[in-house]
């Protein structure tokens, strides 16, 4: 198998019958990977959610919302479902997803930033950077939605910057 591999370093075609290597490898990378239907709904999902988003933690999440599987705390706050609270209609994620979806039209790296409920029940502020595109599978068309936290990068530039302006102003002073 290791030939095998190693001979198609281009494309995955070799192991496209092999759902567990496929599962291996989409539950060890450290990107959230969502499937959506034109509802929201997850069809499927990688484990980096429960770890990214562990509003649910133990919870059956197929055919849940994605608002409501993520814990957006708009719609635990609002106590609606996903895509009827007052802030559905500015969802960065909802929106490219439809996007992709009825428009073919991928978004790549889009950033927003946003509050999730933890499954403790503490609501915390998480940046984010995702990604949408169609795609058809066996007559039905899904929505990807690829999430990567990238909270503590933009703590990281918000403290230099912070550090940086302490300094220069420090030197404006002397």
């Keep these: 198998m290791k030939d095998k591999i190693s001979m198609t370093n281009v494309s995955f075609d070799y192991l496209r019958h092999s759902s567990d290597f496929l599962n291996i ?7 959230c990977i969502l499937l959506l239907d034109k509802k929201m709904e997850l069809q499927a999902f990688n484990e980096p959610l429960i770890s990214i988003f562990s509003a649910r933690k133990g919870e059956d999440l197929l055919y849940v919302r994605c608002g409501e599987a993520i814990g957006c705390a708009y719609q635990v706050d609002e ?24 428009e073919k039209k991928p978004i790549y790296r889009d950033n927003f930033s946003r509050e999730f409920y933890m499954h403790n029940g503490k609501k ?10 169609c795609f058809e599978f066996q007559n039905d068309s899904y929505i990807i939605l690829i999430i990567n936290d990238i909270t503590e990068l933009v703590e990281t530039k918000q403290k230099l910057k912070e550090k940086n302006e302490h300094i220069k102003a420090i030197q404006a002073r002397h």
């Design 25 to 31: 490898i989409l539950n060890n990378i450290s990107s």
């Design 79 to 102: 106590m609606k479902e996903c895509g009827k609270t007052s802030q559905c209609a500015n969802c960065s994620i909802r929106e490219s997803a439809l996007l992709s979806y009825f």
């Design 124 to 133: 915390v502020m998480k940046h984010l950077q995702f990604s949408t595109r």
